[in-house]
């Protein structure tokens, strides 16, 4: 299936009937989406078909940062005794109708190739994702992201680890 995934724009982008089977992950998107873009909280692209307006699947990007106690003490002990600078993957979802499709594969790889993008003008270190569920912590295990200690939702993935041709 080919997905066409780019920034937000409200005139455009069609978010009526969107419903992933997640109220808090659907509820941003109808509710504070525009809000968090109008004062730069995060960036959020949507996946529509070609020539279509209807989204069906988006994700949110912002800034962020771990403390070096978030981490495990083997990955702590390699950086530098200050905050960790990371990429927060605030939120992925992909509307009820294309689950089992591929869109959230080629979402998460848009979001990765992204944040490579910006990490060529800003340190960063790592994406970190909350994960809503276990399902979705399963989800991101399968690319990669690893749990932090005593946190089994919240998932890192080192920029180091993030094949620089991430691609569907």
């Not at 529509?48 to 069906?56: A, H, I, K």
């Not at 960790?84 to 294309?98: E, G, N, S």
């Not at 946190?151 to 691609?167: E, N, R, V």
């Amino acid at each position: 299936m080919h997905w066409l995934i780019e920034h937000f724009n409200k005139a455009r982008h069609t978010r009526t009937g969107f419903d992933c089977g997640k109220p808090p992950l659907t509820g941003f998107l109808h509710n504070f989406m525009t809000q968090y873009e109008k004062k730069n909280f995060g960036r959020t692209y949507v996946a529509v078909r070609s020539g279509e307006t209807q989204m069906l699947g988006y994700y949110t990007l912002a800034t962020s940062e771990l403390s070096l106690e978030d981490l495990s003490e083997s990955e702590a002990k390699k950086l530098p005794h200050h905050p960790v600078p990371v990429v927060l993957l605030a939120r992925l979802a992909a509307d009820q109708t294309v689950h089992g499709q591929g869109l959230g594969k080629a979402l998460l790889n848009d979001a990765l190739r992204r944040v490579l993008q910006v990490s060529e003008h800003v340190g960063i270190h790592a994406v970190v994702v909350d994960a809503i569920d276990d399902d979705a912590a399963k989800f991101y295990q399968k690319y990669g992201f690893t749990a932090l200690p005593d946190q089994p939702h919240k998932l890192l993935l080192p920029l180091s680890s993030i094949p620089g041709d991430t691609h569907d």
